[in-house]
């Protein structure tokens, strides 16, 4: 029987985990859902960080140490983790390159 059929299901959960929080944050920003607690943009923006990064090693954790489907689910938060990390290194890229494009007069 082959492992990684029968556990794709859980890989899938992994990273509609992960793209769920970080969707999540990111339109709790768009509509600052969380004004009424003090957040700005600066804490969703360390919320989306800490999700992506957190996610990576939570599933690198559940890929060393769990048995064979939270393997699958560790392999899912890995992929998600590491998209939400592309994401914000293309939004530095766009915003160096915005920045390094603007004319002050």
């Keep these: 029987m082959n492992d990684t059929?029968?556990?794709?299901?859980?890989?899938?959960?992994g990273f509609a985990t992960t793209l769920g929080l970080l969707?999540?944050?990111f339109l709790a920003m768009r509509n600052d859902a969380l004004?009424?607690?003090?957040?700005?943009?600066?804490?969703?923006?360390?919320a989306f960080v800490w999700i992506a990064l957190g996610s990576v090693v939570a599933g690198v954790v559940l890929k060393v140490r769990s048995p064979a489907p939270w393997r699958a689910f560790g392999t899912g938060l890995i992929i998600g983790g590491t998209f939400g990390v592309v994401l914000l290194i293309a939004f530095f890229i766009l915003v160096a390159?915005?920045?390094?494009?603007?004319?002050?007069?």
């Design 5 to 13: 059929k029968s556990h794709t299901g859980a890989g899938v959960a």
């Design 35 to 46: 004004e009424s607690l003090g957040w700005q943009g600066g804490q969703y923006a360390y």
């Design 23 to 25: 969707l999540l944050t």
């Design 97 to 105: 390159y915005a920045l390094s494009n603007l004319s002050v007069p």
